[in-house]
């Protein structure tokens, strides 16, 4: 069992970066996926990125394009993910997941177990 909690969303200007975080409670161990969803109104809950917990690997929706960077500090049970050149398009409710089986990188919503409450990001065209 473990428990999600997300912070760091906002209200940007299209262009600007922000890093959202996501600590971790409980004990998740190294076989653990921790991803990042985003949900937009009126459309399907979409993989953003995904990281091993213990072994670091990483994978990313193909819509990324290389400008959202998920990273992970087991030390304080934290995942994040670095967004940048943010669009209009990117608004959405972010949301942390995690994945008790180690499937997650293969950026399936239903292979994970537990979800944060999530966060909104709303940037301004």
């Known amino acids: 069992q473990v428990d999600l909690v997300e912070s760091g969303g906002g209200l940007v200007q299209a262009g600007a970066s922000l890093r959202l975080s996501c600590v971790v409670s409980?004990?998740?161990?190294?076989?653990?996926?921790m991803g990042w969803f985003r949900q937009a109104p009126r459309q399907e809950r979409e993989f953003v990125a995904a990281?091993?917990?213990?072994?670091?690997?990483?994978a990313y929706g193909d819509i990324m394009e290389g400008r959202f960077a998920i990273s992970a500090d087991n030390g304080k049970n934290t995942v994040y993910l670095q967004m940048n050149s943010l669009k209009a398009e990117d608004t959405a409710v972010y949301y942390c997941?995690?994945?008790?089986?180690?499937?997650?990188?293969?950026?399936?919503?239903?292979?994970?177990?537990?979800w944060g409450q999530g966060t909104q990001v709303t940037v301004s065209s």
């Open positions: 409980g004990r998740p161990t190294s076989s653990y996926a």
């Open positions: 997941a995690a994945d008790s089986r180690g499937w997650g990188l293969l950026g399936n919503a239903t292979d994970y177990d537990y």
């Open positions: 990281i091993n917990w213990g072994a670091g690997n990483t």
